[in-house]
C-alpha cells in the first residue's frame, strides 16, 4: 500500500466511525430538550427521569463523537495536504465558522446543561439543551455545505495563476442546491436514529421484569420514538427522493452507479432490489427489478431518461482526460467501484425502510395503551437504533464512493488531493495507531451503554429550583464527575 | 492594515485564547496525581474544569480551522509537516477527553485508576508538544520551494525546541495550579498555591532563557517589550501568590502565557512558517494566504460572533464562579471513593 491507499482508508475508517455518533448525538439533543422542556411545562416527573436518563446515555455517546471529531478537522491537512491548498479558500471557510458559531455553542452550553441542574433555573437549563441542538444543526449546516461543494462545485473560480479554487460567492456555497436537499436528509436521518433510539431502549427496559413498575413511563417512551421515528422517516423519503433528482442532474455517473446501470436507458430504467452477478457487476445472473422505478427515482417520471455509466464514463475521458498534468486527470477510468455503490445504496435504503416498519409496528401494537406481550418487542426494538446508524453509515459511504474517482467533482481527482510530503511510515503509523484507538474505545463505549441502559432510569429527585448561579448555600454539587 | 495582517493577528488570538484557557486545563490534568491526596481530591480538581474544558478545547479547533481558511498553504504545510506529532497530540486529546466523561461512569478503583492516567498522560503530552510545534515555527524548519515540510521527527526536536516544550509544559502546570489554587477551598487550597510557587519559578528561569533566545534569534524592538512584560507578569503572579491572592496570581500566569504567546506571532510576522532551507520558500503571510474576497466574508463573521462566544464563555465562568471543596463532591459516591 501506498500513502494514497493507506490515506484513503484512514478517511474511510475514521469518517464512518466519526459518524457513527453523530446521528444520535444531533437527535438525542433535540429529543432530550423535548423532554427537559415537557417536565418543565408539565412537571410530571417521568418527563424529568426520562430526560436524565437518556441525558446520560447522550453524554457517552457525544464524548466518543466530540473526541473522534477533532482528528476530522487535522487530517486534512495531515493526508490531504494538496487537497487542502487547493481547495482550502473555498472549503476552509465553513469549517471555520462552523467551529465559531457551532462548536463553541455545543460545547459551552452542554457544560451549562452537565453541571448546571443546581446553578441555573429550569426554563434556562432547558434551555440549554435547545441551544446545544442549534449547535448541532448549525455545526451539519456548514460541514454539509463544505461537502456538497465536494459533490457539486458552485460560488469559485479556478485561478491559474495560484493554480486553486478561489471563493468567488460565499452565498452560493452556502445555498447550494446540493446542499439544500442534503441537509434535510441528514437531519431527518438524525431525527430517525434518536427516535429509534428512545423507542428501542424504552422498549428493552419495558419487557424488563426488574422494570415493571415503570411500565407507563417506557410506554409513553416507546409512542414518542415511534412517533419520531416516522415522521422523520418521512422526511428522510422525501429528501431522499428530491436528492436523487438533483444527483441525477449534478452527478449522472453516481445516480448510473447506484444501479449498476451501464448503458443509457431511454425511458422506463428499471430498479433492482438485489442482483446476483459477477463481482464487478458487468454482468447480471438474477435480479428482482421493479419496472421504471429508477427514471422515477432519478428524474420524477416513470418514461425519464437515465444516463449510463459506459457513455457517461467516455464523456468525462474526454472532457477531463486529456492533460496529465490536471488535477482532474486520473489514469483509471471515471468511474466508481460499482459493487460498493451499488449495495450501499440498497443497505442504506433498505436499513431506512425496516426501521420505519419497525416503528410502525411498535406503533401499532401500543396503540390505545396497549401493553404487547409480544416478547420480542425489546429485541425488535434495540435493532432499530442500529439499522438507522448503519443506514446512514451506509449512505455516506455511498455518496462519498459514489463521487469517486473525484474528491471534488470535475476538478480535483483523490489521487491528486494526497500529501506528498507524507512518507508511508508516518500515514500507516497513524492508520494503526487511530484505528486500534478507536477499536479499543468502541468496547468500552458499547458496553458502558449496555451497563447504563440496563440500570433504567435512575428514581425521581426533585431538583433545586434556584437563581442563576444557584442558591448562596453549601450543599455537594447536584452533578459532579 | 491589510486583510492578511488582521488574519494573522486573529489567528494569534486564537491561540492566545487557547492556551491561557486550555493551559489550566493541562495544569489540573498533569497535577492530579501530585496535588489530589485521595478519591475526593482527585473529584475536586477534576470538577473545578469539568464545566469549562470542552468550551476551552474548542479554541484550538477554530485556530486550525481558521488558518486553513485564512492561510490554506501554511495548514497544509504545518499539518502534513508537524505529522507525527500531531499524532500524538490528537491521541492524547481524545483519550483525555474521553476520561473526563467515562472516569465517573464506574466505581471500580482500576477502573478510575487508567482514566486517571489517561488525564494525566493526555495534559502533559499536548502541554509538551505545542510548546515543541510553536518553538519550531518561530525558528524555522526546512521547507522546499513547493512550500513542503523536507524534515522529519527529530528535525523538530532540536535543544531549542525542546526548551520551548519544557516552557510550556512547566508554564501549564503553574497556571493550573493556579487555578486550582483559585477555583478549590481548604487544604488542596494552600498545596495547590505553595505548588504553584515551585513550578511557578522553574517555569520563570526556563520561559526566561527561551525568550531570551528567541528575542536574540528572530526578536523585534517590540517583541522585547512583550517578552519583558511577560516574565514581569509571571512574577507579578508568583508575588501575588506568595501573599495569598489567588486571583491576581492567576491573572498572573494567565497574562504570561498570553503575552508570551503574543510574542512569539509578533517574532514569527510577516512569515507564518520560515524555511531554513532557504528564505525565499519561506511561507508569509501573503504568498500562504486566502484570496481578499474568503478573508473578508470570514472577517465579517468573526466581527458579528466572536464578541457573543466570548460573552456567553464568560457567563459561563460566572455560573460556576463557586470553589468546590471536598464536601461539595456528592456524598452517594463517597462511600465509594473511601473504598478505593
Given at each position: 500500500?501506498?500513502?494514497?491507499?493507506?490515506?484513503?482508508?484512514?478517511f474511510?475508517?475514521?469518517?464512518?466511525?466519526?459518524?457513527l455518533?453523530v446521528?444520535?448525538?444531533?437527535?438525542?439533543?433535540?429529543?432530550?430538550a423535548?423532554?427537559?422542556t415537557?417536565?418543565?411545562?408539565?412537571?410530571?416527573?417521568?418527563?424529568?427521569?426520562?430526560?436524565?436518563?437518556?441525558g446520560k446515555?447522550?453524554?457517552?455517546n457525544?464524548a466518543i463523537?466530540?473526541?473522534?471529531g477533532?482528528v476530522?478537522?487535522?487530517?486534512?491537512?495531515?493526508?490531504?495536504s494538496d487537497?487542502?491548498?487547493?481547495?482550502?479558500?473555498?472549503?476552509g471557510?465553513p469549517?471555520a465558522v462552523?467551529?465559531?458559531?457551532?462548536?463553541?455553542?455545543?460545547?459551552?452550553?452542554?457544560?451549562?446543561?452537565?453541571f448546571g441542574w443546581?446553578?441555573?433555573?429550569?426554563?434556562?437549563h432547558?434551555?440549554?439543551?435547545?441551544?446545544?441542538?442549534?449547535?448541532?444543526?448549525?455545526?451539519?449546516?456548514?460541514i454539509?455545505?463544505?461537502?456538497?461543494?465536494?459533490?457539486?462545485?458552485?460560488?469559485?473560480?479556478?485561478n491559474?495563476?495560484?493554480d486553486?479554487?478561489e471563493?468567488?460567492?460565499?452565498?452560493a456555497?452556502?445555498f447550494?442546491k446540493?446542499?439544500?436537499?442534503?441537509?434535510?436528509?441528514?437531519i431527518?436521518?438524525?431525527?430517525?436514529t434518536?427516535g429509534t433510539?428512545?423507542?428501542?431502549?424504552?422498549?428493552?427496559?419495558?419487557m424488563?421484569?426488574?422494570?415493571?413498575a415503570?411500565?407507563?413511563?417506557?410506554?409513553?417512551a416507546?409512542?414518542?420514538?415511534a412517533?419520531?421515528?416516522?415522521?422523520?422517516?418521512?422526511?428522510?423519503?422525501?429528501?431522499?427522493?428530491?436528492?436523487g433528482?438533483?444527483?441525477t442532474?449534478?452527478q449522472?455517473m453516481?445516480?448510473?452507479?447506484a444501479?449498476?446501470?451501464?448503458?443509457?436507458?431511454?425511458?422506463?430504467?428499471?430498479?433492482?432490489v438485489?442482483?446476483?452477478?459477477?463481482?464487478?457487476?458487468?454482468?447480471?445472473?438474477?435480479?428482482?427489478?421493479i419496472?421504471?422505478?429508477?427514471?422515477f427515482?432519478?428524474?420524477?417520471?416513470?418514461d425519464?431518461?437515465?444516463?449510463?455509466?459506459?457513455p457517461?464514463?467516455?464523456?468525462?475521458?474526454?472532457t477531463?482526460?486529456?492533460?496529465?498534468?490536471s488535477?482532474?486527470?486520473?489514469?483509471?477510468?471515471?468511474?466508481?467501484?460499482?459493487?460498493v455503490?451499488?449495495?450501499?445504496?440498497?443497505?442504506?435504503?433498505?436499513l431506512?425502510?425496516f426501521?420505519?416498519?419497525?416503528?410502525?409496528?411498535?406503533?401499532w401494537?401500543t396503540r390505545?395503551?396497549?401493553?404487547?406481550?409480544v416478547?420480542?418487542?425489546?429485541?425488535?426494538?434495540?435493532?432499530?437504533?442500529?439499522a438507522?446508524t448503519?443506514?446512514s453509515s451506509?449512505?455516506?459511504?455511498?455518496?462519498?464512493?459514489?463521487?469517486?474517482?473525484?474528491?471534488?467533482?470535475?476538478?480535483?481527482?483523490?489521487?491528486?488531493g494526497?500529501?506528498p510530503?507524507?512518507?508511508?511510515?508516518?500515514?500507516?503509523?497513524?492508520?494503526?495507531?487511530?484505528?486500534?484507538?478507536y477499536?479499543v474505545l468502541?468496547?468500552v463505549?458499547v458496553?458502558?451503554?449496555?451497563?447504563?441502559i440496563?440500570?433504567g432510569?435512575d428514581?425521581?429527585?426533585?431538583?433545586p429550583?434556584?437563581p442563576?448561579?444557584?442558591?448562596?448555600?453549601d450543599?455537594?454539587?447536584?452533578f459532579?464527575? | 492594515?491589510?486583510?492578511?495582517?488582521?488574519w494573522?493577528?486573529?489567528i494569534a488570538?486564537?491561540?492566545v485564547g487557547y492556551?491561557?484557557?486550555?493551559?489550566?486545563d493541562f495544569?489540573?490534568?498533569?497535577?492530579l496525581p501530585?496535588?489530589?491526596?485521595?478519591e475526593?481530591e482527585r473529584?475536586?480538581?477534576?470538577n473545578?474544569?469539568g464545566?469549562?474544558?470542552?468550551?476551552n478545547?474548542v479554541?484550538?479547533?477554530?485556530?486550525?480551522g481558521?488558518t486553513?481558511?485564512?492561510?490554506?498553504?501554511?495548514?497544509?504545510?504545518?499539518?502534513?509537516?508537524?505529522?507525527?506529532?500531531?499524532l500524538?497530540?490528537?491521541?492524547a486529546?481524545?483519550v483525555r477527553?474521553?476520561?473526563?466523561?467515562y472516569r465517573?461512569?464506574?466505581d471500580?478503583?482500576?477502573?478510575?485508576?487508567?482514566?486517571?492516567l489517561?488525564?494525566?498522560?493526555g495534559?502533559?503530552v499536548?502541554a509538551?508538544l505545542?510548546?515543541?510545534?510553536?518553538?519550531?515555527?518561530?525558528a524555522?524548519?526546512?521547507?522546499?520551494?513547493d512550500?513542503?515540510?523536507?524534515?522529519?521527527?527529530?528535525?523538530?526536536?532540536?535543544?531549542?525546541?525542546?526548551?520551548?516544550g519544557?516552557?510550556t509544559?512547566?508554564?501549564?502546570?503553574?497556571?493550573?495550579?493556579?487555578?486550582?489554587?483559585?477555583?478549590?477551598?481548604g487544604?488542596?487550597?494552600h498545596r495547590a498555591?505553595?505548588?504553584?510557587?515551585r513550578?511557578?519559578?522553574?517555569?520563570?528561569?526556563l520561559?526566561?532563557?527561551f525568550?531570551?533566545?528567541?528575542?536574540?534569534?528572530t526578536?523585534?524592538?517590540?517583541?522585547?517589550?512583550?517578552?519583558?512584560?511577560?516574565?514581569?507578569?509571571?512574577?507579578?503572579?508568583?508575588?501575588a501568590?506568595?501573599?495569598?491572592?489567588?486571583?491576581?496570581?492567576f491573572?498572573?500566569t494567565?497574562?504570561?502565557?498570553?503575552?508570551?504567546?503574543a510574542?512569539l506571532?509578533?517574532?514569527?510576522?510577516p512569515d507564518?512558517?520560515?524555511s531554513?532551507t532557504?528564505?525565499a520558500?519561506s511561507?508569509t503571510?501573503?504568498?500562504?494566504?486566502?484570496?481578499?474576497y474568503?478573508?473578508?466574508?470570514?472577517?465579517?463573521v468573526?466581527?458579528?460572533?466572536t464578541?457573543?462566544?466570548?460573552?456567553?464563555?464568560?457567563?459561563?465562568?460566572?455560573?460556576?464562579?463557586?470553589r468546590?471543596?471536598?464536601?461539595?463532591?456528592?456524598?452517594?459516591?463517597?462511600?465509594?471513593?473511601?473504598?478505593s
Open positions: 500500500m501506498d500513502v494514497l491507499d493507506i490515506a484513503r482508508w484512514q474511510g475508517i475514521i469518517t464512518v466511525y466519526h459518524f455518533f446521528p444520535l448525538t444531533i437527535g438525542l439533543t433535540a429529543v432530550i423535548g423532554l427537559e415537557a417536565w418543565v411545562r408539565t412537571g410530571k416527573e417521568d418527563y424529568l427521569r426520562l430526560t436524565k436518563f437518556f446515555l447522550f453524554l457517552i457525544f463523537g466530540v473526541v473522534t477533532i476530522q478537522e487535522f487530517q486534512f491537512g495531515m493526508n490531504w487537497y487542502s491548498r487547493f481547495v482550502g479558500d473555498v472549503f471557510a469549517l462552523e467551529g465559531l458559531l457551532a462548536f463553541f455553542l455545543e460545547s459551552t452550553f452542554l457544560g451549562l446543561w452537565i443546581d446553578k441555573l433555573p429550569r426554563g434556562l432547558a434551555g440549554c439543551m435547545w441551544l446545544v441542538h442549534l449547535g448541532t444543526l448549525a455545526s451539519s449546516w456548514f454539509l455545505a463544505a461537502n456538497s461543494w465536494m459533490q457539486h462545485p458552485v460560488g469559485y473560480r479556478f491559474p495563476e495560484t486553486r479554487a471563493l468567488v460567492d460565499f452565498w456555497v452556502m447550494n446540493v446542499q439544500l436537499v442534503t441537509f434535510p436528509h441528514v431527518f436521518a438524525a431525527y430517525m434518536a433510539f428512545l423507542l428501542g431502549v424504552a422498549a428493552y427496559l419495558y424488563k421484569k426488574k422494570h415493571e415503570d411500565r407507563p413511563m417506557y410506554h409513553r416507546i409512542r414518542i420514538g412517533v419520531v421515528t416516522l415522521l422523520a422517516g418521512i422526511g428522510v423519503g422525501v429528501t431522499g427522493d428530491l436528492q433528482k438533483v444527483m442532474e449534478v449522472p453516481k445516480m448510473a452507479a444501479e449498476g446501470l451501464y448503458e443509457t436507458s431511454e425511458g422506463c430504467a428499471p430498479f433492482s438485489f442482483t446476483i452477478g459477477t463481482p464487478d457487476g458487468t454482468e447480471e445472473k438474477f435480479a428482482v427489478t419496472p421504471c422505478l429508477l427514471s427515482l432519478g428524474t420524477g417520471s416513470f425519464g431518461t437515465v444516463e449510463g455509466i459506459n457517461l464514463r467516455d464523456e468525462y475521458a474526454e477531463y482526460g486529456s492533460d496529465p498534468t488535477k482532474a486527470y486520473t489514469e483509471g477510468d471515471y468511474t466508481p467501484v460499482i459493487p455503490t451499488y449495495w450501499s445504496f440498497r443497505f442504506m435504503m433498505g431506512g425502510f426501521a420505519a416498519a419497525g416503528a410502525a409496528l411498535i406503533l401494537l390505545g395503551g396497549r401493553t404487547p406481550g416478547r420480542w418487542l425489546g429485541t425488535l426494538g434495540l435493532s432499530l437504533p442500529i438507522t448503519l443506514a451506509w449512505g455516506w459511504i455511498f455518496t462519498e464512493m459514489g463521487r469517486q474517482p473525484w474528491v471534488v467533482f470535475g476538478l480535483m481527482t483523490t489521487e491528486s494526497v500529501s510530503g507524507v512518507s508511508t511510515f508516518e500515514a500507516a503509523t497513524s492508520l494503526i495507531v487511530l484505528t486500534s484507538l477499536a468502541a468496547v463505549e458496553k458502558l451503554l449496555v451497563t447504563y440496563r440500570k432510569a428514581p425521581f429527585v426533585e431538583p429550583d434556584v442563576v448561579g444557584g442558591a448562596d448555600d450543599r455537594p454539587l447536584t459532579a464527575y | 492594515m491589510e486583510l492578511t495582517t488582521v494573522f493577528a486573529l488570538v486564537l491561540w492556551f491561557c484557557l486550555e493551559g489550566f495544569g489540573v490534568g498533569m497535577l501530585v496535588l489530589a491526596r485521595n475526593t473529584r475536586v480538581m477534576i473545578t474544569i464545566p469549562v474544558w470542552d468550551g478545547e479554541w484550538v479547533l477554530v485556530a486550525g481558521a486553513f481558511a485564512a492561510f490554506p498553504e501554511w495548514y497544509a504545510t504545518l499539518f502534513s509537516g508537524f505529522y507525527l506529532p500531531l500524538l497530540i490528537l491521541v486529546l481524545i477527553g474521553l476520561s473526563f466523561e465517573h461512569k464506574r471500580e478503583a482500576e477502573w478510575k485508576a487508567r482514566w486517571d489517561a488525564i494525566i498522560v495534559s502533559a499536548p509538551l505545542w510548546g515543541v510545534a510553536f518553538a519550531n515555527i518561530v524555522g524548519v526546512p521547507i522546499d520551494a512550500k513542503e515540510f523536507t524534515g522529519t521527527l527529530f528535525t523538530l526536536l532540536n535543544p531549542y525546541g525542546l526548551l520551548g519544557l516552557v509544559l512547566t508554564l501549564f502546570a503553574a497556571h493550573g495550579a493556579m487555578f486550582v489554587a483559585l477555583k478549590t477551598d487544604d488542596i487550597r498555591r505553595d505548588l504553584a510557587v513550578i511557578g519559578v522553574v517555569a520563570a528561569v520561559a526566561v532563557l525568550l531570551v533566545w528567541t528575542q536574540v534569534r526578536g523585534t524592538a517590540t517583541t522585547a517589550v512583550v517578552f519583558a512584560a511577560a516574565a514581569l507578569a509571571l512574577v507579578g503572579g508568583l508575588v501568590a506568595c501573599a495569598g491572592r489567588e486571583g491576581w496570581a491573572v498572573g494567565f497574562v504570561t502565557i498570553g503575552l508570551a504567546v510574542g506571532f509578533l517574532a514569527l510576522f507564518v512558517m520560515p531554513t532557504d528564505p520558500f511561507l503571510t501573503t504568498n500562504a494566504a486566502a484570496t481578499a474568503t478573508l473578508k466574508v470570514m472577517t465579517w468573526a466581527v458579528v460572533f464578541p457573543i462566544v466570548l460573552g456567553y464563555q464568560a457567563w459561563t465562568y460566572w455560573v460556576f464562579r463557586r468546590i471543596s471536598v464536601h461539595h463532591i456528592p456524598t452517594a459516591e463517597l462511600a465509594d471513593a473511601r473504598a
